[in-house]
Every structure is written in structure tokens, then in C-alpha cells.
């Protein structure tokens, strides 16, 4: 049940809040309502069965005690009443009278009243025909009879009558004295009753009051609280309260919104960090940025210089070229008439190739000669040998033409072996004629090509002298652009020193603020000969380091700045 209250909307509470409030109401104007109606009816009743009734008796007395007036003055002081008036006065009286007991007898609630308003009619009744008898002794001329009949037989009547009037009329006040001192109770009773109740609705409206106010107020005083400690730079808060109302949807967003600072406020804090330290290596860069400007301008100057020698050295390296690109033509020329000479001689060398490999045909058809003597000779042997004594002369010769044969075939061999010899060193000139016409094809080609190369290293000697005056002016500009860098770099040392100064008071600033889970808050250290900082945290948990911190393992880490290849214009580089 508490869980569903818990959840329910705000307007939702109030409205069920609203409406308990009202049905106590509704059940205090009920009690009221039922009271009063009976203290309405108890008096009503009161009034017309005592109040009224009670004058209703009393007319009846007056009117009884007016007939008896008018009955005596009509016998007694006869000569001076108008009868007849007088006789119509009593009928009327008469008739009030019976209206009157017939009224009081609605109001009548006990036997014993009743009894006594009967002994009341009989006795008017018993008076009214001693009364009419006198007042016709009277009219008779009969005084004293209507005297006598009056207050003889009329006595009785009277007293019965007087006597059942007032014990009436004291019946009936003593039971209203009664029946209001029993309605004074009851309504007292009714008094407490309802007291009771707009107490007891009082004390349930309050209760649900303080309830509500409770439940609304204490979530409240609780934001209330977080938000100034927030004020005070305390991070470090936490809501309990947890609902689906408005109030619980308010602190879940309340949460939302301290955990976010807390993140924005440690970013901060770290970015301010990072801000001091990248200030402060800035600062110190553009110090040095200044000093290696003067450096550069100095530097310039002598490169300058340099340029100019470089240039005149060039004039005269182009005037050179020149030269080496006149020899080198004659090179080429007298190149080419070697390479045309060698052409000849190789030609020569093929013509002797050819005729050595002529001469060698022939020394072949000679050993081919030879060789055929030798058999011829041979198959002469023999047939001299088969002719036995004849033959033997025969046989001489043969043995002469096969030594001759012989000596033919050897000679032909050394003359084969000679121009064979020949034809190889022939040959063996004629590769080395080739390779030497080739070297000189080569070095005609490499000539050529070196006169082109020095056509062009002349052509850009010319142009390298045009650019080195262009140079020339470029490093002025240059040098003037180093100064005018000195001088922003003097202003950016001195605006870097101006924000590093405003990241300190953001600093400490932000030492107002005590974050989620910290004890202590950064200490920072500015730390000697390297222009970095170091941020010392105690008693940070689960924090990520800045991202400029140093590294504490391999010493200070040194900040560099990364320009692109389009940002050197940017800053007059």
C-alpha cells in the first residue's frame, strides 16, 4: 500500500487527500446535519406539544374566566348590558374554547392527561348548562334564582373546572421542563458528539496533512539540501528518494543533472589543468620560438651571404659548362671519325675471314688429294706384291708415291693448322675490332649525351643564377617575416603567461568543487626544468589522469605542438 502511494502523482495524492478531507467533512456535516435535524425535531415537538399547548390551556383559562365575567355582569349588572351582545360573546368564547382544548388535545401523549382534559370538558360542559340555566333565570326575571343556579350549582363546575385547567397547564409545563431538560441533554450529547467527530476529522486531516507534507516536503528538503551543498561546490551529494511521482521524476532528474556536473566540472577541472600546463609549455615555446627567431634572422643574414657567393660561383660555373660543352662537341666529332675508321677495319677483317676460309677449302681439296694418292698408292703395293719378282720396280714406285702422299698430307695438315691459327686470330681481331667499334658507338652515344647534359646543366646554370636572385630577395622577405615572427612570438609568450595566469584562477576556481567520491582536492605543483605540470591527486577514486599530466615513470613528458601542412601561413611562418 505504501509502495502505491509512493507511485502515485502528485495531483493524484492531493486529489485523494482532497477527498478524504472531504468525506470527513462530509461525515462531520453529516453528524451535524442528523443532530440538528434531531435537536430541530426534539424542539419542534417541545414547542408545539408544551410551548403552543400550554398557551392553548391557558386561552382556555382566560376564555373560561371571561365567560364567567360575562355570565356575572349579564346577571348581575343586567339593566346595563347589551343580553344579546353579550350572550353572542359567550358563543364565541365558547367555540375558542372547544377550538382550543381540540388543539390542545393533539398535543396530548398520556392516558392520564386525557383523563384529566375529559373531568376538564365534562366540567365546562356541567358549567355551561348552570350558566345557561341562570341566564335564562335571569332573563325570566328571576335574579335571585339565577343568582342561586350561578354560584350554588355553578361552584362546583368552576372549581372541577379551574382545578382540571391548572392541573393541565402544570401537567403539561412539568413535562416540558422534563421533556427540555431530556432535550438539552441530547443535544448536548449532540454537541459532544459532533465535537468528537471535528475533532477526530481535525485530527485525521492534520495527520493526512502532515502525511502529505511529509512525503512532498521531506524529498523537497532533501533536493533543498543537495542543491546547497551543490551552491557550496560540494559534488559530492546523493538522493535517496525514489518514486514514480513528480517528486521522484524531480530528484532522478536532480540526480541526472549531479552526476552531469559532477562530469562537466571534472572535465573542466581537467581541461583547466591541461589549459595551465599547455599555457605555460606555450608560454615557454614562444620563448623560445623568439630566441631561435633572432637565431634565424642571424642565420639569414649569413645565408644571404652565402647566396651571393653561391650565386657568383654559379655565373662562372655556367661560363664553364660553356667551355666543357665546346670540347665535348669535338669529342664527339673526332669520336665518330674513329668510330668510322674501326667500321673500315672491320670490314677489312671480314674480306681476310672470307679469303682464309678459301685458302682453307683448297688445303682441303689437297688432303683430300693426298689421300686418295695414298690409297691409290696403296692398292699399287699391292698389286706389285700379287706380281711377286715382276712387280718389285712397280712396288718402288708405289712405296715413293705413298711417302710423297704422306709428306702432301702432312704439309696440307700444317698449312690446315696454320690457317686455321690464322683464321682464329683473324676472328679473335675481328671480335675485338667489333668490341672496340662498339665502345666507340658507346662513348660517340655517352659523348652525345654529355653534351646534352652539359646543354642543360648551362641551361640550368642560367636558370639556377635567375633563381638564386629570386632566393636572394625570397630570404629577405624572409628575414623580414623572422622578425615580425620575434615580435608575435614576444606577444604570444606574453599572452600564453596572461592565460596561464587566467588557468590558475580557474583552478582555483574549480578547488571549490568537491567531486563524487573525492576527499581532498588536486594539488598542483608547478615542477623545475622541464615547463610542465604535475597534478598531484589524493584520494581520487576511479578518476582518469589529465591528459597533460607528465608521465612520473620515464619523467617530464614534453608538450609539442603538431602543425599541418596549411597552418604555417596561419601564424606568419
Known sequence: MSKIWNNMRIGVKLVCSFVVVALLAAVVGGVGIVNLKKVDRNYTELYQDYGISLGYIGKVGMDFHAIRTITRDIIIDHPNRDLTKLKSRIQELDSRIAENLALFEGSIHSDSTRATLEELKKSLSDYNGVRDKAISYEEAGQPEQALKELYGNGSVPVTDATEAIDALFATKQDTGMKKSDQYSNESNTAITTMFIVLVAAVVLAVLLGVLISRMIGRPIRQMLHAADRIADGDLDVEISFNSTDEIGMLAAAFRRMSTNLDEVMSNIRSASEQVGAGSQQMAESSLALSQGAAEQASAIEQLTASIEEISAQTTQNARNAEQ????????????????????????????????????????????????????????????????GQHGKGFAVVAEEVRNLAARSANAAKETTALIENSV??????????????????????????????????????????????????????????????????????????????????????????????????????????????RFAERGRRGGTRPAGRAKQASGAESLTIALGEGDSGKYGL
Do not use: C
Open 324 to 387: 666543357v660543352n665546346g670540347l665535348t662537341r669535338g669529342a664527339m666529332d673526332n669520336a665518330e671519325q674513329g668510330n668510322a675508321q674501326m667500321r673500315d677495319m672491320l670490314a677489312a677483317m671480314e674480306e681476310i675471314n672470307e679469303s682464309s676460309g678459301s685458302i682453307s677449302k683448297i688445303i682441303k681439296a689437297i688432303d683430300e688429294i693426298a689421300f686418295q694418292t695414298n690409297i691409290l698408292a696403296l692398292n699399287a703395293a699391292v698389286e706389285a706384291a700379287r706380281a
Open 424 to 533: 682464329k686470330k683473324s676472328e679473335q681481331g675481328t671480335r675485338i675490332a667489333a668490341d672496340t667499334a662498339a665502345a666507340l658507338e658507346r662513348i660517340v652515344t655517352d659523348i652525345a649525351g654529355v653534351a646534352a647534359i652539359m646543354g642543360e646543366v648551362t641551361l640550368a646554370s642560367a636558370e639556377q643564377a635567375a633563381g638564386i636572385t629570386q632566393i636572394n630577395q625570397g630570404v629577405n622577405q624572409l628575414s623580414e617575416v623572422v622578425q615580425l615572427n620575434s615580435a608575435t612570438s614576444e606577444e604570444s609568450a606574453a599572452a600564453s603567461e596572461e592565460l596561464a595566469g587566467q588557468a590558475e584562477l580557474l583552478r582555483e576556481q574549480m578547488e571549490r568543487f568537491r567531486l563524487k567520491g573525492e576527499k581532498d582536492r588536486y594539488a598542483v605543483r608547478p615542477q623545475s626544468g622541464g615547463g610542465d605540470l
